[in-house]
């Protein structure tokens, strides 16, 4: 009998991964290096802003309302940390299952191990382990990690870069924000006591790359998100001028960033969450690390008062996001019924 794939993996008809464009033309790549001279400036409106950071800001502009994706480079992050987190995963990754399972995730707590991650209902091919740096308990929340004793180099470099990454991620929201005409910090207030978190993500080979995801077709659900991608490829995001799947060619030394739905919905749908997936393949592993930039827990996301008016009324109700948070990592967690809780039910009619 031939190999036969578990059915919870298998993606309906329209979901497979077969119309993907591999080299049509990629996502914006964005030099970060004018920030080296310079520090970001606080006000959009100050004369004294230098023509690079200007254009730097633009260019920012740009590509969040043309692709809600980008890519930098000259990020600050450094190389050698990047080759030493892409080596901890691969070791974590390569450990035996039973080791990996003893920092399993559970229903009540999502961080660490997990390989039976449900997007959108079906099953990713892929397996990863979640960390943050800070660990808290709220009523809704209870987020601790697990870090395995066999690999105890591992909680240091993953933590070292969670910093860094951290620290771009700022710095991003920070242009981000400018490009919207608001103060550098509007949108950093909204992060003292984020709940980020990073996620290792490997993707194995799989005898059926065309029935299956590593990560279902989505959007994604925080404020922003930094990732970290080998050389391997599989990113495919909804290119929003013509609804075609490209596949994001990986830029060695660069990150990939994206907004997520707190961003959308803050920008009243100026900028928007694009659709992103994960196609695999049969011969190579692959391997991703994304920063999930997020809010506090407590943060009640909706449409920046700055941004909306009498013509361009708030397009959402407020809603909670440490809510917002749960309920999506309970229906990741297993299958469910009915289908996931997603931003568009918050849209006013
Ligand atoms: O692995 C990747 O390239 C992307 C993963 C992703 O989209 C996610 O985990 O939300
Ligand atoms: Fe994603």
Known sequence: ??????????????????????????????????????????????????????????QIGEACENWGFFQVVNHGVEVELLEKVEAVTKEFF?????????????????????????????????????????????????????????????REVCEKYYKAVEKLAFKLLELISLSLNLPAKRLSAFYEDSNSYIRLNHYSPCDSPDLVLGVGCHKDCGGLTV??????????????????????????????VNLGDIIQVWSNDKYESVEHRVTVNSE?????????FNPAS?????PLEELVS????????????????????????????????????FKRV
């Open 1 to 58: 009998m031939g190999f036969q794939i578990d059915p919870t993996f298998i993606q309906a008809a329209e979901h497979r991964p077969k119309s993907t464009i591999s080299d049509a033309g990629s996502i914006p790549l964005i030099d970060l290096s004018p920030l080296l001279p310079h520090q970001i400036p606080s006000d959009p409106s100050d004369p004294a802003i230098p023509n690079e950071i200007s254009n730097l800001i633009a």
């Open 94 to 154: 390569a450990l035996p299952v039973e080791e990996k399972r003893k920092v399993k995730r559970g229903e009540v707590n999502p961080m660490g191990y997990y390989d039976a991650e449900h997007t959108k209902n079906v099953r990713d091919w892929k397996e990863v382990f979640d960390f943050s740096v800070t660990e808290w308990v709220t009523p809704l929340l209870r987020l601790e990690n697990h870090w395995p004793e066999t690999l105890p180099a591992m």
């Open 227 to 256: 990732l970290f991608q080998d050389e391997v490829g599989g990113l495919d995001i909804k290119r929003k001028t013509d609804g075609e799947w490209i596949r994001v060619k990986p830029v060695h030394n660069s990150f990939i």
């Open 284 to 292: 190579k592993d692959r391997y991703s690390i994304p920063l999930f």
């Open 298 to 302: 407590s943060t009640n996301v909706k």
């Open 310 to 345: 009498e013509n361009n009324p708030p397009k959402y109700h407020e809603y909670n996001w440490g809510h917002f948070y749960k309920t999506r990592k309970d229906s990741n967690f297993q299958k469910l019924e009915k289908e996931n809780i997603q931003i568009y039910h």
